[in-house]
């Protein structure tokens, strides 16, 4: 479960209510469509209901995603959806529990009044705990590696305010905790917070035309000229794309990123697919055909939210079946599903995806190694590929390679 975030559109004022892990806003009244950005984090607030107090907000931090380990001799993952409280400020709630009726909330803007705390948490000992185990046999398992790939990643402020020396939940008027004697609050206060959101128009940077996305995509397309776009940095950037052509029938053409990357470090070296199958030990089977050796490694990871085992064994079996497709550089015309998963995220998920196709019997020589290797990206490429639709299953046109269609639908919860 999810918050409801109200935003108002930026052409024409009107309210409109976005899932939080939405970044398309399209305005239901003068149907513009902006692409939401902010620099670091997205910011929001809780609403409160205190006019005329002094508010202060305290950050929490908002994970949504899942999280990968290679612990042991075993690649696992787990579904992460935590809102923990990221200030120095003693006596308030760790986490925001999200209650029945979640209250909606909204973006930060410099119109925004009131003080803001310091978000301090370190997100990487967030992650370290919720990777945890709850069997003390499983601590005491080596960790190779660990890996976040996240929809949301967000801070939410919640709003307070001091009153007889007591700190005050603005949103139910309740007391939350006694402060310290002589500390004020307000000492953890950033200092001229200048947040902003930015819109960016949906309009193809090329040609002009409309570009098409769904509420939750993070890369467009035009169809007029063929490109696809995706935000960074506050602008549209140009996303390589390629497709490989559908046999007919009921298709719809999913989203992969091809990542081209290499791995060197004194103990391994991964030039090559021939490397990579060498090193996930899947070179003992058969011979290595010569070209292999000159071919780069191309990963080639999901780029849509899915199931994270489902996200393991496409990746895995995509990387191994597509290394030497031929593609063409269009977008298909019709059944095309958004890019919902950014490229930056996958690129976290290359070390994670090495892992879990290396055979069990070599895991105990490379898992080591897993600290000491970095996978380093080239220019990635967005490419289509063709599914069959059945009443049950996706199945991947050129190499039969199939997953339950329900895990669409749901990874788009996630
Ligand atoms: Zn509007
Ligand atoms: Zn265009």
Not at 123 to 147: C, N, P, V, W
Not at 158 to 179: C, G, H, R
Not at 200 to 227: F, H, I, M, R, Y
């Amino acid at each position: 479960m999810g918050f409801t975030v109200e935003q108002e559109c930026p052409q024409c004022g009107a309210p409109v209510e976005l899932d939080e892990t939405d970044r398309l806003l399209s305005c239901p009244y003068c149907e513009v469509r902006s692409f939401l950005f902010a620099k670091d984090y997205f910011r929001l607030v809780l609403p409160h209901n205190a006019p005329g107090k002094d508010l202060i907000y305290a950050p929490y931090l908002r994970l949504k995603g899942a999280l990968y380990y290679c612990q042991g001799m075993k690649v696992q993952h787990r579904i992460l959806d935590i809102t923990n409280a990221g200030t120095q400020l003693k006596g308030i709630p760790f986490s925001l529990g999200i209650r029945q009726q979640c209250p909606k909330i909204k973006f930060i803007t410099p119109e925004t009044r009131g003080s803001f705390l310091k978000f301090t948490l370190d997100q990487d000992k967030i992650l370290a705990r919720a990777g945890r185990f709850s069997t003390s046999d499983a601590i005491r398992e080596q960790l190779y590696h660990r890996a976040f790939i996240g929809e949301t990643f967000s801070l939410i402020y919640f709003p307070m305010y001091v009153k007889n020396n007591q700190l005050f939940n603005a949103l139910e008027k309740k007391p939350i905790a006694k402060l310290d004697e002589g500390r004020n609050p307000l000492e953890l206060a950033v200092r001229h917070p200048k947040w902003k959101l930015d819109f960016l128009a949906t309009l193809c940077p090329q040609c002009g035309w409309d570009l098409k996305g769904e509420k939750d995509s993070v890369v467009l397309t035009c169809s007029n000229c063929n490109t696809a776009w995706s935000a960074a940095e506050g602008k549209l950037v140009k996303v390589n794309i390629r497709s490989v052509p559908d046999k007919g029938g009921n298709t719809l053409n999913l989203p992969f990123w091809k990542i081209p990357a290499t791995a060197e470090c004194a103990d391994i070296v991964i030039n090559s697919f021939a490397d990579f199958i060498r090193k996930t030990g899947h070179a003992s089977t058969r011979a290595i055909p010569r070209e292999w050796e000159n071919e780069e490694l191309n990963f080639w990871i999901p780029a849509f939210k899915i199931h994270p085992k489902v996200f393991l064994a496409m990746s895995y079996r995509i990387t191994f079946a597509f290394h030497a497709e031929r593609t063409r550089e269009m977008i298909p015309e019709n059944n095309v599903y958004p890019v919902t998963l950014p490229r930056r995220e996958a690129i976290e998920s290359l070390k994670i995806v090495f892992a879990n196709a290396i055979k069990d019997q070599y895991k105990k020589e490379i898992y080591p190694l897993l600290p000491k290797i970095t996978f380093e990206p080239k220019v990635s490429t967005l490419v289509y590929l063709p599914f069959t639709e059945t009443s049950m299953e996706m199945i991947q046109q050129q190499s039969r390679i199939n997953f339950f269609k329900a895990h669409l639908k749901i990874g788009r919860t996630l």
